[in-house]
Nanobody
Framework: QVQLVESGGGLVQAGGSLRLSCAASGRTFSSYGGGWFRQAPGKERRFVAAISWSGGSTYYADSVKGRFTITRDNAKNTLYLQMNSLRPEDTAVYYC?????????????????WGQGTQVTVSS
């Protein structure tokens, strides 16, 4: 069993930056794929970024490519999302997720564990 806890959300002006963290419990997290998703009010949860178990492969949604960076520190059992050049349309609750397969995926159903989410609000 893996438990995920996100932190680092908040209110930021457009053009600003935030760094989200996702702390995982359990020794097996280092073998899991990691992902970030977001859900805006009244919308479905959508893929943002994913990373393989080793950190060697990453993938991004087109809407965040070049602005967001996903990384992980397996020694600290932590997943990160660095968000730069934030826009009002990035406003959402951000969720981290872990996939037992170890691979990165854009599909929600491929992820086995989810955090509780952290709010990111970008003002114009």
């Amino acid at each position: 069993q893996v438990q995920l806890v996100e932190s680092g959300g908040g209110l930021v002006q457009a053009g600003g930056s935030l760094r989200l963290s996702c702390a995982a419990s359990g020794r097996t997290f280092s073998s899991y794929g990691g992902g970030w998703f977001r859900q805006a009010p009244g919308k479905e949860r959508r893929f943002v970024a994913a990373i393989s178990w080793s950190g060697g492969s990453t993938y991004y949604a087109d809407s965040v490519k070049g602005r967001f960076t996903i990384t992980r520190d397996n020694a600290k059992n932590t997943l990160y999302l660095q968000m730069n050049s934030l826009r009002p349309e990035d406003t959402a609750v951000y969720y981290c997720a872990a996939a037992k397969s170890g691979y990165l995926s854009t599909w929600l159903r491929e992820y086995d564990y989810w955090g509780q989410g952290t709010q990111v609000t970008v003002s114009s």
